[in-house]
């Protein structure tokens, strides 16, 4: 047993469509939650510069005495995750992937789509997923500048982001795609949108619940999950402006969250 947090990142909000399923199958965890806000994009930065920026944010997150890290981000973890497993190796890390798997078991015409950042979309990670699960099947990857930012602004269902989803979409539902992963964090916050846009056959696939059950069966497996009696506290920390992150986060979650700080990092 073991009540140390567990250390959650993303570039900014979209970590926190994976947290709230974490947070739903281990309630007993303490999580703190960083968002590298100051950084966004992640996805249109340097390989490098994701390197960089994941080292710092997992540094402080192991200064706060995290006893696991998850990579809430597909962009950071095609950029920086084998690199962190290298430098930390007692540390597990749980890393997110698109869906591709998943989204080729699904699949009933052979065709699907992926949303995703173009860093995770041209990363050597992405190409050798595609090797490995995805023979049989079309895959055709659409990345998507200019959507992240609209979640992190809070704008759900505004004119403007639904003219660049469909914009987006438009080339896989071209393709006949049947399946349409969303291999970004951000993009689950979409789903009432991408709803509104998809026809009914089309099936839409994000990671969050699969990687927090790989998180809950790895923290079983090494005995750190926490006392089942008590409940877990969550921190939310963002390295960009404080006002505008509560504004979003109480849009996405519709809530009002206390433990809110902003951390120069
Ligand atoms: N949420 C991130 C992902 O899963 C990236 C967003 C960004 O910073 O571009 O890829």
Redesign the pocket.
């Known amino acids: 047993m073991n009540n140390q947090a567990i250390g959650v990142f993303?570039?900014?909000v979209?970590?926190l469509s994976v947290l709230k399923v974490i947070q739903q199958l281990l309630p007993n965890e303490d999580i703190i939650y960083l968002a590298d806000s100051k950084y966004?994009?992640?996805?249109?930065k340097e390989a490098s510069f994701i390197v960089e920026r994941s080292v710092i944010v997992t540094n402080y997150l192991l200064s706060q005495g995290i006893k696991a890290l998850v990579i809430a981000?597909?962009?950071a973890t095609a950029a920086a995750a084998t690199l962190l497993r290298e430098q930390y190796p007692s540390l597990p890390i749980i890393a997110?992937e698109p869906a591709v798997k998943p989204a080729t078991k699904a699949t009933i015409n052979g065709k699907v789509g992926v949303l995703?950042?173009s860093g995770?979309l041209r990363s050597a990670k992405f190409a050798a997923l595609l090797d490995k699960f995805a023979n049989n099947v079309a895959v055709f990857a659409q990345p998507c500048p200019g959507l992240?930012e609209c979640i992190e602004r809070g704008e759900l269902i505004t004119t403007n982001t639904r003219q660049l989803l469909i914009n987006n979409l438009q080339p896989l539902l071209a393709a006949g795609c049947d399946t349409i992963i969303l291999g970004?964090?951000?993009y689950p916050f979409l789903r009432p949108l991408l709803s509104q846009l998809l026809p009914a056959n089309v099936v839409v696939i994000d990671t969050g619940e699969a990687v927090a059950r790989h998180l809950n069966s790895v923290l079983d497996k090494q005995q750190l999950l926490a006392d089942r009696s008590r409940a877990g506290q969550i921190k939310l920390l963002t390295t960009g402006a404080l006002a505008c992150f509560k504004q979003t986060i109480h849009l996405l979650w519709q809530s009002h969250y206390q433990n809110i700080e902003q951390l120069n990092l």
Do not use: K, L, R, V
């Not at 966004?40 to 249109?44: A, K």
């Open positions: 993303d570039s900014g979209g970590g966004i994009p992640y996805g249109e981000c597909n962009t997110m995703a950042t995770t992240m970004c964090t951000h």
